[in-house]
């Protein structure tokens, strides 16, 4: 309860300085819908160049997953893997990029770690109860967003205030000894709207390192989220909302995958805390809109094992990062049919670092200093529509780093429109970057001040089809991205370098169809070449690990009854490369993991307009494979829930 108080009174403290953008992002498959990511400004689908997929609140709710990480792996262009169970660090790639190529944003606060080597964003500790919709958007979106936004962009949007006052209970018992609960209050006070959630949820898991290995010990994990929304409207022409956020987490690890990878002191705990509020004025008859916003957020991860039979070393280690972020986005309809933004952005990234090691070979120190790297970013845009059939996006980008200087981004990105028969032409040609990471900027050890930002440069062309009504749409992208200046290690020295280059391309496509009865079936599939060229290694022209070179995601909705849904997911992920480290003899292998399918199911029953029951199985065939090598999957599990809803 003391926590409780806390983390409102810091809210509202916080209230003044803090702000954010206030997208809103409908289906993917209403082609006239709007969206925001892709250029930051309200768009409709049909306007839009970049391959977008659009997760909606009703499509959520029917999956009843409980974690993001699960519920991105359907979709066509994203690679993902996890190292164990729950708690454990979960990575998304996009088109074969690198994880931290990928910039993810949770309304409007940035959730890539300034503490991370490669400034990823972990997955695994993002719960979906609270979201309303999620974009993702792949191809190089630098131009709008900077640097992480090299491979694509992932917003995500909290659900608004409710129209009338509810309060929703959730609970939820399953496999592993698995429960979940969930509290959500909404409530509007005039112009003064107000959303709380409180999660709490636990787990006693299964081995890290996989049990096929003949590991034993359970690696469980245990979590609390607390999210907050403050919203204001002014008559007629100002907004605000703050949002908050603060997770606490806490997970067991393995020291590595395999025999004897198994460590019942390996612990690992989170503690992350983010707020954003975020500004509107509307002027000139709504031409003229202003948004303003400023964000703080600090993530704390803690690492500690001791001596076992199968480590003789002990470590502790702390990694603490913080983010702020200050921004002003103009924009201007011209005409009706030319629409300007304009938009200023400064951010400052800071981390730092404690690491002790303990062994036969004597204690090892290795501490990271407090640095901090500054981007000052401005960047411009023009949207033109032409009759609604044609339709442009240009956009530039300068941004200046503190350390390495200056880089810019462009976007070009033409549509052409037939609205006879509802056909989409796109396509997209744009570049990226990604800068260094503190770490590999400032390590006393491994850094280097003179590393160059990693670059790319990417082409997208494709067709969207709309048949019946809409009622059935299929559609298909062309990709491909050159990739220079990736940031690897000195086989000498151990230092970073800008040493990798690599060549992607591929292709997605998508079907989806409305049926009577309320059934809804969407499948895509996504065939990926991710070639390493990095001429001064030895894996010079292969495909780069972990990236599949066939994927296909199927979704089945079915309402036979209003009060019934069903849910039916498969997925199918073809074969991967994989490096792995012998420690008998320190050399790293080559392997290759199969390809597996999994299938998933989710049904719920409305008993009445308050209660729903629900449940859903994972992994139903009970499917044995591996993410990452020697790690351990989920195997054949059941989750029972029921949700309660009061109008008060």
């Not at 990511?37 to 391959?51: E, F, K, T």
């Amino acid at each position: 309860m003391k926590s409780l108080l806390l983390f409102f009174a810091f809210c509202v403290f916080n209230g003044i300085l803090f702000s954010q953008e206030k997208p809103l992002v409908p289906s993917y498959t209403l082609p006239d819908e709007i969206i925001v990511s892709a250029d930051r400004v309200n768009s409709s689908l049909r306007s839009i160049a970049s391959s977008v997929s659009v997760i909606t609140e009703k499509e959520i709710a029917a999956s009843h997953k409980d974690n993001l990480f699960d519920l991105l792996k359907s979709l066509p262009g994203l690679e993902f893997f996890q190292a164990g169970g729950d708690g454990q660090t979960a990575t998304v790639l996009v088109r074969g990029h690198d994880a931290g190529h990928l910039l993810v944003l949770m309304d409007g606060v940035r959730m890539n770690m300034s503490s991370d080597i490669g400034n990823i964003t972990d997955f695994a500790n993002i719960p979906v109860d609270n979201i309303q919709q999620i974009e993702v958007v792949r191809g190089a979106q630098s131009s709008a967003y900077g640097s992480e936004a090299m491979a694509g962009v992932i917003n995500i949007q909290t659900k608004p205030v409710a129209a009338t006052p509810l309060l929703s209970v959730k609970s939820q018992y399953g496999s592993y000894n698995s429960i979940a609960n969930l509290l959500t209050y909404s409530s509007r006070f005039g112009a003064l709207g107000v959303v709380f959630t409180g999660r709490y949820d636990k787990t006693t898991g299964f081995s890290a390192a996989s049990s096929e290995y003949g590991n034993k010990e359970k690696d469980g994990s245990n979590r609390e989220v607390l999210t907050n929304k403050l919203s204001y409207s002014f008559p007629d022409f100002l907004n605000l909302e703050l949002n908050s956020r603060y997770t606490k987490a806490k997970a067991d690890l393995d020291q590595f995958g395999g025999f004897k990878g198994d460590d019942s002191t390996y612990i690992f705990n989170l503690e992350e805390f983010s707020s954003r509020m975020d500004g509107s004025i509307l002027h000139l008859g709504n031409r003229l809109n202003i948004k303003f916003g400023a964000a703080l957020s600090r993530n704390v991860r803690e690492y500690k094992y001791d001596v076992t039979i199968n480590n003789p070393a002990s470590s502790a280690s702390i990694y603490d990062g913080r983010i702020q972020k200050y921004d002003l986005q103009i924009d201007y309809a011209l005409i009706p049919s030319v629409q300007a933004t304009l938009g200023f952005e400064h951010q400052a990234e800071s981390a730092t670092s404690e690491y002790i090691s303990i062994s036969s070979y004597g204690p090892y120190i290795s501490d990271f200093p407090h640095k901090q790297a500054i981007i000052n970013g401005i960047y411009s845009q023009v949207r033109l529509n032409i009759d609604e059939s044609i339709y442009l996006t240009l956009g530039d980008r300068f941004d200046n780093h503190s350390q390495f200087g200056q880089v810019f981004t462009y976007k070009i990105a033409p549509v052409w429109y037939i609205q006879r028969t509802e056909t989409k032409f796109k396509a997209l040609l744009s570049n990226g970057f990604k800068a260094p990471s503190l770490f590999n900027l400032y390590d006393p050890t491994y850094g280097n001040p003179y590393l160059n930002p990693e670059k790319s440069k990417s082409f997208d062309i494709g067709f969207e089809q709309s048949i019946y009504g809409k009622d059935i749409q299929f559609g298909a992208t062309y990709f491909q991205s050159k990739l220079e200046n990736l940031i690897g290690s000195d086989p000498a020295t151990f230092k970073a370098i800008n040493i990798n280059n690599a060549d992607i391309s591929g292709i997605e496509s998508f079907v989806s169809l409305k049926a009577a009865l309320n059934l809804n079936i969407n499948v895509n599939y996504t065939r990926l070449l991710a070639i390493d060229k990095g001429k001064a290694g030895t894996d010079y022209d292969k495909q780069l690990v972990r990236r599949p070179r066939d994927k296909t995601g199927l979704t089945i909705n079915y309402s036979p009854i209003d009060e019934l849904s069903v849910n039916i997911e498969a997925l199918y992920v073809g074969k991967r490369d994989e490096k792995v480290f012998n420690s008998l003899d320190y050399t790293i292998a080559r392997v290759v993991l199969g390809g597996y399918t999994l299938i998933n199911l989710a049904a719920s029953y409305n008993a009445t307009d308050q209660t729903e029951i629900y449940c859903r199985i994972h992994n139903l065939l009970n499917k044995r494979y591996e993410e990452v090598y020697g790690y351990g999957i989920p195997g054949f599990s059941v989750y029972f829930g029921l949700k309660l809803d009061f109008n008060l």
